[in-house]
């Protein structure tokens, strides 16, 4: 069974930065990890995933802000990151961890029901 659980969500000021974190009990020997948002009354977002091959893919409205990557030491490689520098009011909302098996293709999907599993989610605010 697969659970996840986020961290490091929190207030910071505009321009400023954060890193969340993702543990992700179970194992999935190939999988997707993604990183979700959700602001109030929005739907929710696919911002970043990353495969077990370590294909990478960010949304547009995050590129060259925020990156997603996943450590590779043995003790923590269940563990997944996402930074975000250069924060925008906008930016504001739940951020959520999910995962899901990777099947053939080489890339992650990236809507939100093509992940079974989710974290909790750990909140984000930005102020201006």
């Known amino acids: 069974q697969v659970h996840l659980k986020e961290s490091g969500g929190g207030s910071v000021q505009s321009g400023g930065s954060l890193r969340l974190s993702c543990v992700r009990s179970g194992d999935i020997s190939r999988y997707c990890m993604a990183w979700f948002r959700q602001a109030p009354g929005k739907s929710r977002e696919g911002i970043a995933m990353?495969?077990?091959?370590?294909?990478?893919?960010?949304?547009e409205s995050v590129k060259g802000r925020f990156t997603i990557s996943r450590d590779n030491a043995n003790n923590a490689k269940n563990t997944f990151y996402l930074q975000m520098n250069s924060l925008k009011p906008e930016d504001t909302a739940m951020y959520y961890c999910?995962?899901?098996?990777?099947?053939?293709?080489?890339?992650?999907?990236?809507?939100?029901?093509?992940?079974?599993?989710w974290g909790q989610g750990t909140q984000v605010t930005v102020s201006s």
């Open positions: 999910s995962a899901r098996t990777r099947d053939f293709a080489t890339s992650c999907p990236p809507g939100e029901d093509s992940y079974p599993y």
């Open positions: 990353i495969a077990d091959n370590g294909n990478t893919m960010h949304a």
